[in-house]
């Protein structure tokens, strides 16, 4: 700014320097007399903005300018006070509207004007389009149809439109600060509450039925629609949509609904899951945040749910989705991604941040669940993967939390774990390892080991477990532990059973043929097979084909696959008269009655390995070990124990009478050839 105009300054050169900072243009004026200013200050705001550093009047400002100036400045000694007004101004042909403060100051004889001005006339434009964009909201609000309300966050009533008091009844002053909650039926009060969580954490949702309170003390059935009202990235109000079911039944509403959400549990389902985590992503990207994909299976619910009936499984199903929705907030949602598996997305979180919500979840189902007054326990197995670290497209993030769920059920299950790139190395495409297996027969993958099963009294081995092994051209060798549970899934188990069944019956043909001793052979039969309505004629059919003794076949079944008493004992008894030998195999793991011990012809049990490991540590489960053995000795049965590692473990054994015992302490099971050498001779004359 030119130097001419500073002399003029009479204020403390510190206030000059100050007002230099201030981004607003500012002039001070001097009143020489009734009809004459002079420019004494000009910042450099101001400088910049009338393009003019002249300290004489007529020359600064126009001759239109300074007229308007005399008026505020006249008006301002009348009324004695500050004033605030808008001066329309042009400079350089354009026009410009100015908001301008004046003060007046006096210094003995002498009057001073400070004048700071802004140009509001973008203020003016924005102002104008509010007011336009709050008059289309409020008549979109006021002329809908359907009642509509402004919930805060804390679930509280900030508006209702016209239409509520149509349809509802209720005066506007007996809504307005009320918690939403105190109107919705006690019935429909859970799913309501799901339904605003699922809101704040960002999505618009939908509840297809509740039960709302009229002014008259009934209730109406409503259709709700909860929408997010998103303030820089969080939902802090959402607006709900009521429409009255009795008037109004949209079937495209209906359709949407089941199109994204879950029948069972209410919950989001794989559709909407897919489609909400892609706008995460594209979220994610922008913001340049993190976001947690963490698969959740429950542990051994398949045998649960057979045990207990589907209609308890889906009970046990909603209340294990409830307590998982006490998790969901502003930056977690839940899915249902298939029967028994679920999915949380975490918006924003850290490593750590997403390791204490796993601990949670996994804290909050270990807690019994009660159905009709019983007790029951279920575990979850957790695999989580990471945007950006694992990956930056939606099949590539579930693949790999889909990975490390794998690693962690087969490490032990009820525990959580992050993917790691080596789980790619150990985890084939599920898709490609159905159809290697599928073609794992006539590829001559298969193979069956034996596990010889160990007279403890005497010593003498008289009896196998075949069990299957698979060796991949691709994968190398799979454990059963992954390949079993794909064929049971997939069916394949079907055919692969009925091979095992006819390898097995073909190895005992062979011995009997060579003249060697009698031994048995105990084959592990899937549910699927057992259930089969014409399993006892393939077995007929088998020890026909092959000319061996019914007895030297062992069919072993688990608990679970006994769900249908009629059935199974029907069942059992075919096989009985066959001749064949009926084990039941993982006793004491399942959930059926002890009843059927003394209904159906079972000829063995076998005591489950997670009784005896541990068992010269743990007196618990020694005492579990000892009971059933005097149980099964009580009912007429022989008992295998199984999983014996120790020589500790064979001496309690020995000690409870327990018949036989495999394990890794006599032998891991073995191909066929080091069957023969080692075990097998021919019969003593």
């Avoid at 009629?566 to 039941?584: H, N, P, R, W, Y």
């Amino acid at each position: 700014m030119d130097n001419s105009v500073k002399p003029k300054l009479m204020m403390n050169h510190y206030i000059g320097d100050l007002m230099d900072e201030n981004p607003l243009p500012f002039i001070l004026l001097e009143r020489q007399s009734e009809k004459k200013l002079s420019v004494i200050y000009v910042n450099h705001a101001a400088a910049s903005f009338f393009e003019n550093t002249s300290s004489e009047p007529q020359h600064f400002f126009s001759a239109e300018v300074w007229t308007q100036l005399h008026v505020l400045l006249n008006s301002l000694e009348i009324e004695k006070k500050t004033l605030h007004t808008s001066l329309n101004l042009t400079l350089q042909n354009q026009l410009y509207s100015v908001g301008i403060s004046i003060c007046s100051l006096q210094n003995k004889d002498k009057t001073f004007y400070g004048l700071t001005m802004h140009d509001n006339k973008s203020d003016l434009v924005e102002n104008q389009a509010l007011v336009d964009i709050k008059e289309k909201y409020l008549s979109l609000l006021n002329h809908n149809t359907d009642s509509v309300f402004l919930i805060n966050e804390r679930g509280i009533i900030q508006y209702a439109n016209a239409v509520t008091r149509k349809v509802l009844g209720y005066d506007l002053d007996k809504l307005l600060y009320q918690p939403i909650e105190q109107f919705i039926e006690s019935n429909s009060l859970s799913n309501f509450q799901l339904m605003i969580k699922q809101t704040l954490s960002g999505y618009p949702t939908e509840l297809q039925k509740c039960s709302f309170k009229h002014v008259n003390g009934h209730y109406v059935n409503v259709y709700l629609k909860a929408i997010p009202i998103h303030d820089q990235g969080n939902v802090k109000e959402f607006h709900l949509v009521l429409r009255d079911l009795s008037i109004s039944a949209n079937d495209k509403d209906q359709l949407y609904y089941l199109a994204y959400h879950d029948h069972l549990t209410g919950l989001w389902n794989r559709r909407a899951l897919k489609e909400h985590l892609r706008d995460n992503l594209i979220d994610a990207i922008n913001k340049k945040t993190q976001i947690a994909i963490m698969r959740i299976d429950l542990d051994r619910f398949k045998l649960i749910n057979e045990s207990l009936g589907y209609n308890h499984g889906d009970d046990l199903l909603k209340k294990i989705a409830d307590r998982l929705s006490l998790f969901i907030n502003k930056s977690s949602n839940l899915y249902r991604q298939s029967g028994d598996e679920f999915v949380f997305i975490l918006k924003d979180k850290s490593r750590e941040e997403t390791s204490s919500f796993a601990e949670n979840l996994l804290s909050e189902l270990s807690k019994p669940i009660y159905l009709d007054h019983q007790e029951y326990f279920v575990t979850a197995s957790i695999g989580i993967s990471m945007y950006p670290i694992d990956g930056k497209n939606l099949d590539e993030l579930l693949i790999k939390a889909d990975q490390a769920l794998f690693v962690a059920k087969d490490r032990g299950r009820a525990h959580f774990r992050y993917f790691q790139e080596q789980m790619n190395l150990s985890f084939p495409n599920e898709a490609l390892m159905e159809s290697h297996l599928r073609r794992a027969i006539e590829k001559e993958e298969l193979s069956i080991h034996y596990q010889p099963q160990v007279n403890l009294a005497t010593g003498e081995i008289n009896s196998f477990e075949a069990l299957l092994r698979w060796n991949n051209r691709k994968f190398g060798y799979v454990s059963p532990m992954n390949f079993i549970p794909l064929a049971e899934e997939s069916g394949i188990i079907m055919q692969i059973g009925d091979w095992v069944l006819d390898e097995v019956c073909k190895q005992l043909e062979y011995w009997q043929q060579k003249g060697y001793r009698p031994v048995r052979i105990a084959v592990n039969i899937s549910p699927k097979q057992f259930k089969q309505e014409n399993f006892a004629i393939k077995i007929r059919e088998k020890i026909d084909k092959h000319g061996i003794t019914p007895d030297s076949l062992e069919v072993e079944i688990t608990e679970s696959a006994m769900t249908d008493m009629q059935d199974t004992f029907a069942m059992l008894k075919e096989l009985k008269d066959i001749g064949v030998v009926i084990s039941i195999d993982d006793f004491g793991t399942g959930y059926s009655s002890l009843s059927y011990l003394k209904k159906y012809p079972i000829d063995i049990i076998k005591i489950d390995q997670s009784f005896i490991k541990d068992m010269e540590l743990d007196e618990k489960n020694a005492a579990i070990a000892t009971t059933i053995i005097q149980l099964a000795h009580s009912l007429g049965m022989e008992v295998i124990a199984e999983g014996v590692e120790k020589d500790q473990q064979v001496e309690i054994l020995k000690s409870a009478n327990c018949q036989k015992a495999q394990g890794y302490f006599f032998s891991r099971p073995v191909p066929i050839d080091d069957i023969n050498q080692s075990y097998m001779t021919t019969t003593q004359p």
